[in-house]
């Protein structure tokens, strides 16, 4: 089910995220609909707070020549992280039509559970190291304008408040009502496949 992103700047942004106790079908299914929320968005990365969930859960896109597939990680961490910066363009689902160049570390390795609940850890580098660390920043209540100056910090939150207070949402096609209670998929068939095969082709950025 796709689910509606809230937009910055909302308290649940700036929220820390809390552990997932145990890998259920509950958790699975709010994967899933992070999943779908994500392409349906056409975004590289989604965290479960920008859905409305205090959770330590992200979904991010990888792309390659061959294909494209989605992490579904849970209560992901950098356990190590490599000094050397690197500063890419960046965009956020709840930052619509936002982008700044973030500094960040060129590799990190993640240790995380999947969605089995089963041990992984990620050697990441380039795009996908930036987006790993971009969403796990989610987790504890930081997004992109937190690595911005004051000033431009203060200019997107202007313009995202006035944006917000004219209804501004994403776009993404039909979202369902919200619901933050019950993240169960019921009936509705997966979009994810179709929405995967679109996605084919070299990789672009966040
Ligand atoms: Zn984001």
């Known amino acids: 089910m796709i689910r509606e992103v809230i937009i910055w700047p909302d308290p649940i942004l700036s929220a820390k995220c809390e552990e997932v106790p145990v890998v259920d079908d509950a958790v699975r299914a709010l994967l899933h609909d992070m999943e779908e929320t994500m392409l349906a968005c056409r975004g590289a990365g989604l965290a479960a707070p920008q859905v409305g969930f205090k959770l330590r859960l992200v979904t991010v896109l990888v792309r390659s020549e061959t294909g494209a597939q989605v992490l579904k990680l849970v209560n992901p961490r950098i356990v190590k992280r490599e000094e050397a910066p690197q500063l890419m363009k960046e965009g956020c689902l709840s930052l619509p039509g936002y982008y700044e160049q973030v500094r960040r570390n060129r590799h990190v390795t993640v ?22 660390q971009h969403e796990i920043d989610h987790l504890d209540g930081i997004t992109l304008t937190d690595h911005l100056s004051v000033i431009k910090r203060n200019l997107a939150r202007a313009k ?9 949402r994403w776009q993404a096609e039909k979202p369902e009502p919200k619901d933050f209670t019950d993240p169960t998929t019921k009936e509705r068939p997966s979009r994810v496949p179709e929405l995967l095969e679109q996605l084919a082709g070299p990789p672009k950025g966040p």
């Open 160 to 168: 995202f408040v006035k944006a917000k207070k004219k209804g501004m």
């Open 111 to 132: 240790e995380s559970l999947d969605e089995t609940g089963a041990k992984v850890e990620i050697g990441a580098e380039g795009l996908l190291a930036h987006a790993l």
